[in-house]
């Protein structure tokens, strides 16, 4: 497959509205040179694979400057069959193999990982000090909430808010409590394949053991690593559903009443790891059939990851039906939305390349109009915030679950005691 | 050949250091292009895609940079490449004493004048970018077959420019204005009308004395081997239907909200000399925004998008001289009038149009067809291609070619290094309305096995000498010091003629040559 090299670094082309918001990829848009783009790091797969180049500090640099949103995949598979993701991936993957990465404080948080099951640091058994004292667990529910690292840790917010609904709802769930442990996504994406098969065979040996029917997260890193990444090395049975897909069933059946109006205007940030990446591969046992020289087809045609699957319109149904809200949307979104710039390590080794990114997407969400931006990712949040606090942006930042909660009819006030509270 | 470190630092002195690299990584990524391991096979090198390694990458942001680095490279007699976009084999060094210029941070439309129909653009601005801000104004701009993602700088300055919507936009040597160009010694020279003393502006690509602009690009561009250009008016065009423009769904299954006021035609003219009657008959009525012939194979190509889904075009794929005419009006009136127009014309020529009977295709084409996208489908097939031929001449002269190829193109089809299209895959379009044509012949090929690139190379040079026995004009890819000792004793010595203007314009032969011509004498 011909790589030309430029079409990864827009946004597909009749997606485009505007020129300033035109591109795809943060790295390419910020560090401006060919191989920070999708297609420039398949060259350096293949420079690396025929021996032009070595690993290198240089080469480690460049491969890791790269949140793997996933960007460059879509656009490129609008007509082709690359897989620039993929190849990303598997860049990483050889890098680790042949000792030429992760960063060094990638490998500072796999360490912490290992050592006390989060990438923070901290310690194990505070993994559920977020947790309201009114909120009972039931240890036979069907529904488990997983609420990874970042939530247990950092967005306390987003873990109170989704045990709150959860709550409201009268659902009964439990959570794993100590027995829960990082997902492994923030190790998988710097290519330490083999870290990564121990934290997905841990948590899955416990959640298998428990009858879980469902399990549910409000973290898209954490759902998107269940959910796509987990079946490629180990096959599970329990259905996996992002809080925003729970919620929204929750809405439609009646269990959850939207009654109290938020007069905000709202636009919505898809995560990546909710949006074009948290699609599943699906089994393919075609025959590649040579049609004549050159020319094969698959039979039956090979399903393309495209990212047309990944979960859109829950969020927006939600949002939709927050009375006295009204939502508008930014140029790039969904399959084609634009990275917040935290992913796959980047918050932690680059972080100044994460904070020009957010400051990117700040600025695309304040040219709608909005007052307020909206995501479902603990990731996104912290980047976000982070950007919005640094680029001075006159907007709020809230997880969709905190506007949930308000609109059930908890004062925002109320909700920010409660964090502290329990902080 | 590594940069010295005290030249390094002076370049880093006049773009900033993290604007300069000489990193192995960056460079050998640079040494990257589509099409480059033909390319080297054609020239006795091995057949792999890469060029030679470039000393440097400099990213200037602005004409000021480029002059001082093009004059330092003077100084310390460094070739340099210029390249915007990037897209093929063009854009790389061809000596290991080359630095390139990406020039990707000069990236502002400057201006969209929409009362006089132009807009001036850096190197940097992809033809969506300028074509989504001129929908603003109802206006679109020409960009060429490779694609919404390229450079209209580079395509107007530099390249060919041959484009589906050619019959109403033209071609790229025929759309450009004004011209802000830094010579190969570092000079600045305005054309036209950008470059008045008072009131100066980009309306217009002529002055007084005689044009540069033929000097400038002539027929295909000279690719960064005259200098290099940092900004360029090109003209506009009314957008043909209404700008509103919506999609639904995900992507690539996108449903597009096709405009009021757009319809397709594909009929069979059944033979190439039917052909040239029913497009030159079509075009003098000017009313089509495409007007295209493809091969059958070629026709399933647009309308799909990937190379198990041409599988059910069979109604299309078996017509054996199609051609695709797209009309589109912005009012009911216009298009009425252009419908009754196609309704008589068919009824004349005796012609039925498949489309709404034997085939309908998704809503996707006319979005694609809007936005300058169709031509990037040719990579469906074989995941690579690229385009012999390459006329510019009458419909007459485009069709013998694509006729008389056809027995060469099948014995590199039976050799099996080349993709089947039964030896017919060109596309030939109208430019506007019919004034003068272009085909180019569409050669599928596998860049990832040796064969088919060592064919393909092979192909591309019969073609050039097949084309030159059989009078069949000049092909698009004539570049190169051989190329052009080859094609020139046969059309009247241009080539002696190029290589003054080389050497006038580039005494030092700093900016590199490998794809225009080099200002030393032939031997």
Same mark, same amino acid.
Not at chain 2, 109 to 115: E, G, L, R, V
Not at chain 2, 225 to 254: D, H, M, R, W
């Given at each position: 497959?011909?790589?030309?090299s430029?079409k ?22 910020i ?26 500090e ?10 793997e ?20 991936m598997? #860049? +990483?993957?050889?890098? $680790? ?7 060094? &404080?990638q490998q500072?948080? *796999? %360490? ?16 559920l000090?977020?947790?309201p ?13 997983f ?6 840790y950092?967005?306390q ?8 609904i ?7 769930f ?6 829960e ?6 190790? #998988? +994406?710097?290519?330490? $394949? ?7 065979? &841990?948590?899955?040996?416990? *959640? %298998?053991?428990?009858g ?6 409000s973290?898209?890193g ?5 959910k ?26 009646g269990?959850?009443?939207?009654i ?11 995560p ?5 990446n948290a ?5 393919w ?9 050159l ?77 307020t ?12 915030q ?12 809230y ?13 925002p ?5 409660i ?5 | 050949m ?16 993290k ?14 292009n589509?099409?480059?391991?033909y ?18 990458v ?6 000021e ?21 990037g ?5 790389q060094p061809s ?27 850096e ?20 960009m ?11 395509s107007?300055?530099?390249m060919?420019g041959?484009?589906?919507t ?7 040597a ?6 802000e ?21 980009w309306y217009?690509?002529d ?11 002539g ?6 081997g ?19 423009f ?24 059944g ?11 079509i ?13 059958g194979?070629?026709?399933?190509a647009?309308?799909s ?11 299309i794929a ?7 005419v797209l ?8 298009f ?5 127009v ?6 004349e020529?005796?012609l ?13 084409f ?9 031509g ?15 006329q ?13 190829s ?20 060109v596309?030939?379009?109208?430019y506007?309305?019919g ?19 060592k ?11 097949f084309?030159l ?7 698009f ?7 052009h000792?080859m094609?020139?004793?046969?059309m ?12 006038a314009?580039d ?10 011509i080099?200002?030393k004498?032939?031997?």
């Amino acid at each position: 497959m011909a790589l030309l090299s430029e079409k990864c670094k827009w946004i597909p082309q009749v997606q485009i509205k505007s020129q300033k918001y035109a591109t795809a990829c943060p790295s390419i848009d910020i560090y401006n040179y060919h191989p920070y783009s999708g297609g420039g790091r398949i060259i350096l797969a293949l420079l690396l694979e025929t021996g032009r180049i070595e690993p290198s500090e240089e080469l480690r640099e460049i491969v890791y400057k790269c949140t793997e949103c996933g960007s460059c995949a879509v656009s490129c598979k609008f007509l082709n069959t690359l897989e620039p993701l993929e190849i990303i991936m598997k #860049l +990483r993957e050889k890098l $680790v193999e042949l000792g030429g990465g992760p960063m060094p &404080k990638q490998q500072e948080y *796999i %360490e912490a990982a290992n050592k006390v099951n989060n990438p923070y640091n901290e310690p194990h058994e505070k993994r559920l000090a977020w947790l309201p004292k009114d909120i009972r667990l039931d240890p036979d529910a069907k529904v488990l909430y997983f609420v990874g690292c970042t939530s247990s840790y950092r967005r306390q917010e987003m873990a109170i808010a989704a045990a709150r609904i959860l709550k409201a709802a009268g659902i009964p769930f439990n959570i794993l409590q100590d027995e829960e442990f990082c997902c492994g996504s923030p190790i #998988l +994406r710097t290519g330490d $394949v083999k870290t990564f098969k121990k934290f997905l065979n &841990k948590n899955l040996d416990v *959640i %298998e053991s428990k009858g879980i029917d469902t399990v549910i997260f409000s973290c898209a890193g954490c759902y998107d690593t269940f959910k796509v990444d987990y079946p490629l090395y180990r096959e599970y049975t329990f259905r996996v559903l992002h809080t925003v897909e729970f919620f929204d069933e929750l809405l439609d059946t009646g269990k959850l009443k939207l009654i109290k109006e938020i007069p905000i205007t709202v636009t919505y940030h898809d995560p990546c790891h909710l949006g074009r990446n948290a699609e599943r591969y699906k089994d393919w046992d075609g025959d590649i059939v040579n049609l004549m020289p050159l020319v094969s087809i698959n039979i039956p045609p090979k399903p393309k990851r495209t990212g047309s699957n990944g979960i859109y319109e829950p969020p927006r149904n939600i949002l939709k039906k927050i009375p006295g809200l009204k939502f508008v949307e930014m140029e790039r979104i969904k399959e084609y939305a634009y990275c917040c710039g935290a992913g796959a390590g980047v918050k932690s080794a680059f972080p100044e390349f994460a904070l020009q990114t957010a400051k990117i997407r700040i600025e695309e969400a304040e040219d709608t109009g909005a007052d307020t931006l909206v995501s479902a990712c603990p990731f996104c949040s912290t980047n976000l915030q982070d950007g919005i606090e640094e680029s001075g942006a006159n907007l709020k930042y809230y997880d969709i679950s905190e506007l949930i909660l308000m609109s059930l009819g908890l004062e925002p006030e109320k909700l920010k005691e409660i964090t502290k509270e329990v902080v | 050949m590594v940069l010295e470190k005290e030249i390094l630092k002076k370049f880093q002195d006049i773009v900033g250091s993290k604007n300069v690299n000489d990193g192995e990584v960056i460079t050998n990524a640079y040494s990257y292009n589509w099409c480059m391991e033909y390319v080297n096979y054609m020239e006795d090198k091995e057949p792999i895609p890469f060029s030679p390694i470039p000393k440097a990458v400099i990213l200037p942001s602005s004409t000021e940079e480029v002059q001082e680095v093009v004059k330092l490279c003077n100084k310390y007699r460094i070739q340099f490449k210029a390249q915007s976009t990037g897209l093929g084999p063009w854009n790389q060094p061809s000596t290991e004493n080359s630095i390139i210029l990406d020039l990707r941070r000069m990236n502002k439309i400057i201006k969209i004048d929409d009362k006089n129909l132009y807009a001036v653009v850096e190197p940097y601005v992809s033809g969506a970018q300028l074509q989504v801000e001129a929908m603003k104004y109802d206006l679109t701009v020409h960009m060429p077959g490779a694609g919404p993602q390229v450079s209209p700088l580079a395509s107007a300055t530099s390249m060919n420019g041959p484009g589906f919507t050619s019959p109403h936009t033209g071609h790229s040597a025929r759309n450009v204005l004004g011209v802000e160009w830094v010579l190969p010694n570092g000079e600045v020279l305005k054309l036209g009308s950008a470059g008045l003393k008072n009131h100066s502006d980009w309306y217009n690509g002529d002055g007084p004395g005689p044009s540069l602009r033929g000097i400038m690009r002539g027929w295909a561009g000279a690719k960064s081997g005259i200098g290099v250009f940092t900004k360029v008016a090109v003209k506009l065009f009314p957008y043909p239907c209404s700008t509103e423009f919506k999609l639904q769904g995900y992507s690539p299954n996108y449903n597009f909200d096709i405009p009021d006021f757009m319809r397709l035609y594909v009929m069979d003219c059944g033979s190439y000399k039917y052909l040239k009657k029913v497009i030159l008959r079509i075009e003098e009525e000017e009313i089509s925004f495409m007007c295209s012939h493809l091969s059958g194979y070629g026709l399933t190509a647009i309308f799909s998008h990937s190379v198990e889904s041409m599988m059910d075009k069979m109604p299309i794929a078996s017509l054996k001289t199609p051609l695709v005419v797209l009309i589109a009006a912005r009012t009911k009136y216009e298009f009425n009038y252009k419908q009754k127009v196609m309704e008589i014309l068919l009824d004349e020529l005796n012609l039925k149009n498949i489309i709404g009977t034997k085939y309908t295709p998704n809503s996707i084409f006319y979005a694609e067809a809007l936005r300058s996208n169709l031509g990037l489908h040719g990579f469906i097939v074989t995941g690579g291609f690229q385009s012999a031929k390459g006329q510019c001449d009458t419909v007459k002269t485009c069709l013998r070619t694509t006729k008389k190829s056809i027995p060469l193109k099948k014995k590199y089809i039976k050799k099996g290094v080349i993709g089947n299209d039964f030896g017919e895959g060109v596309w030939m379009t109208s430019y506007e309305s019919g004034h003068y044509f272009h085909v180019e012949s569409i050669t599928l090929f596998d860049q990832t096995d040796e064969e088919s690139v060592k064919g393909m190379g092979e192909f591309m040079e019969d073609n050039y000498q097949f084309d030159l026995v059989k009078h069949l004009g000049a092909p698009f890819f004539v570049e190169g010091d051989r190329m052009h000792n080859m094609f020139g004793p046969y059309m009247m010595n241009y080539h002696k003629w190029l290589r003054k203007i080389k050497k006038a314009f580039d005494p030092n032969e700093i900016a590199d040559s490998g794809f225009y011509i080099s200002a030393k004498s032939e031997n």
